[in-house]
């Protein structure tokens, strides 16, 4: 069990940046996966990003590919997703994710979650 915290979200136009943190505690940090989920009002929870343990191997949803990075500390016990050219569509709750073993982007697999921040991108 690991607690996770994320911060960063807000308001940007579209085009602009934001980087979001997950902060984590509870657990060594680097024995998780981590990752990152958003989600829609009335709509399931969508695969965002996810990293491994050391940071050598991550996955993107093709939607964000080439606009956002994941990356992570160990030592700061913390991951980190960086959002570029944002869109509207971008708008959503961002969720931070934790997991033992491999990546995966099927949300039920990931044990831990954050409380979400919310990501609105105007047009």
């Known amino acids: 069990q690991v607690q996770l915290v994320e911060s960063g979200g807000g308001l940007v136009q579209t085009g602009g940046s934001l980087r979001l943190s997950c902060a984590a505690s509870g657990r060594t940090f680097s024995s998780y996966v981590t990752g990152w989920f958003r989600q829609a009002p009335g709509k399931e929870r969508e695969f965002v990003a996810a990293i491994s343990r050391f940071g050598v191997i991550t996955d993107y949803a093709d939607s964000v590919k080439g606009r956002f990075t994941i990356s992570r500390d160990n030592a700061k016990n913390t991951v980190y997703l960086q959002m570029n050219s944002l869109k509207p569509e971008d708008t959503d709750v961002y969720y931070c994710?934790?997991?033992?073993?491999?990546?995966?982007?099927?949300?039920?697999?990931?044990?831990?979650w954050g409380q979400g921040t919310q990501v609105t991108v105007s047009s």
């Open positions: 994710a934790a997991r033992a073993g491999g990546l995966s982007n099927t949300a039920n697999s990931w044990g831990s």
